[in-house]
């Protein structure tokens, strides 16, 4: 055989564009907003409890001696009371606890297992690809609330057992995606060098193709945090939430079953508000950091 | 491939994938603790032999692999079993249900389609100037808000504030109509549905809008525009043009639509109290009344299931362009 001279071709390298992504997210100003948002509750996720004026399980009472029972926003109360004495404020701050970890972890599932499932079925194709792929058409054939509701009630609500129900579905779009980002990329010229020079195939998949389709999967990590905030809170409000802690979600419920929801905004308006405002900086960080993964949307 | 085949493809695909979800919401199911005879009865509430006798009659004392290949004769012939709760056949539960979630539902889809095909091929059109990039913004808003907090706050605003709307449920017992408007036919049904469809509509939108967009800015610069804009058609008239060449996408969505729109239906359904499937499942499953549980979220799936195959086969004849793959 004659000597076929072996292209010298790196793959292209991510490194060099980490700054260049803080800057164009920063850059904007929906960015900055998500991004300053995001601070934001890292900051009441983390401090909780020391932030919070009361314990927020306390309950308060009137002078009077009777239960604070959904009091109006006062100076004791900045957004008043619960139906049970509980201050609003309190509980907001700690709920953001549940709404971060659920998002986090989950979100690192979703990614994790999407990733890997697109990699090895776009790298391996023909059966391989059919199998992972007929899976996912599967899990995509469950609606995922439904499913949630059923077996969160059916293995005991908690905040573990809604993050793996979370985990177990939501993979799926990210599997599409990674694996069509895998098909095109191993035609490349840097796939078949290493090919050539004799990688192996978990060399190629995990060394040589995974740095390319990260900053696909981080953008799915973003939307990974949004779809599960959104997913626990629906659960909580559902009745499904985990009995030992407070979220959003739960808040919402607690003001929807004792018809606080009549007269009492104070015991809607926050914990919803803060909902939308998490899962919205999660998708402004996550649309920003979209154009830098792929620059044909860029609207010029 | 041609088309045939490929529907038979498709066919396969989606009986496997039916009896995918079939069993592994048997095997769910198999995951509470105790069996369905100590939900049924309450534990320790008959003598023992008693509960072998029932036990015996539904079946349970016979190895899993039969009780499994029963529980799939029973699903072929309809055989859904009988409720804990209401103790009557599942079925005759579920089958009214399962139509109020339908109509809630084919309307709301509907109707966000039809306003994110107008929206967006409005925002598409008028690319790069500021109208388009704030509504560009504004249009995700809807993406993080919780659709329950929307029912919430709508319901507060109009049902319990201005009192413009009833509160939830489907209809008015024993409605009497007063005026002439209350005269004409589904005008109580609409009063109730007006709340929880806006609420919908909210939350879908975004997507067939996004989608739309994006393909009439796809379109825009394609020849036919160009030429239809040469021979001096006014600027109105070439959207039309490129707007029924850019909507193929949007009604792919469609069917992706409904199998997430199953999500924020048993959500909505649950705020506005409407007796549809999502809300019986819910308090089915809070309940333990497995039967129910179980059959809502089968008839759930096979929705999904089934509009996906129609849907893709609709694509099919829609665009005879596509390659079947």
Known sequence: MSSVPIPVVEAPGVDHARWATTRIVLGSPSGMVGLALFVFFCVLAVAGERLAPYDPMAIHYLPSGKVAQVEAPSRAFWLGTTHYGRDVLSQVIVGSRVAFIVGIVSAFFIAFIGTNVGLVAGYYGRRVDDVLMRLTDIVFGIPFLPFAVVLVALLRPSIWNIILTISCLLWRTTARVIRSQVLSLRERPFVRAARVAGASDLRIMYVHLLPNVMPMSLLYVAFGVAWAVLAEASLSFLGFGDPRMVSWGQMLYAAYISGSIRHAWWSVVPPGLCITLFT?????IGREYERVVNPRLDRG | ?????????????TVVTLFAVVTLMWALFRLIPGDPTTVFLGAGELPPDAVAALRKSWGLDAPLWQQYLDYLRNLLTGNLGLSFYYRRPVLEILLPMLWNTLVLMAFAVTAATLVGIAVGSWLGWRRGDKTEQIGTLLVLIPRALPIFWIGILLQMAFAYGLGWFPIGGMRTPAFIPETRLELLPGYDLAVHMVLPLLAAVIYFVTDPLMIMRTSMLEVAGDDFVTFARATGLPE?????????????????????????????QVLLEVVFSWPGMGRLMVSSVTQRDYPVAQAAFFFMAVVVIVLNLVLDMLYAVLDPRITYE
């Open chain 2, 1 to 13: 491939m041609r088309f045939w085949p490929f529907l038979g493809r498709r066919l396969i695909q």
């Open chain 1, 280 to 284: 919205a900086s999660v998708f402004l």
């Open chain 2, 236 to 264: 109105r008239r070439v959207r039309h043009l490129a707007r029924r060449n850019a909507i193929l996408p949007v009604l792919t969505y469609t069917a992706i639509m409904v199998s997430f729109a199953f999500g924020g």
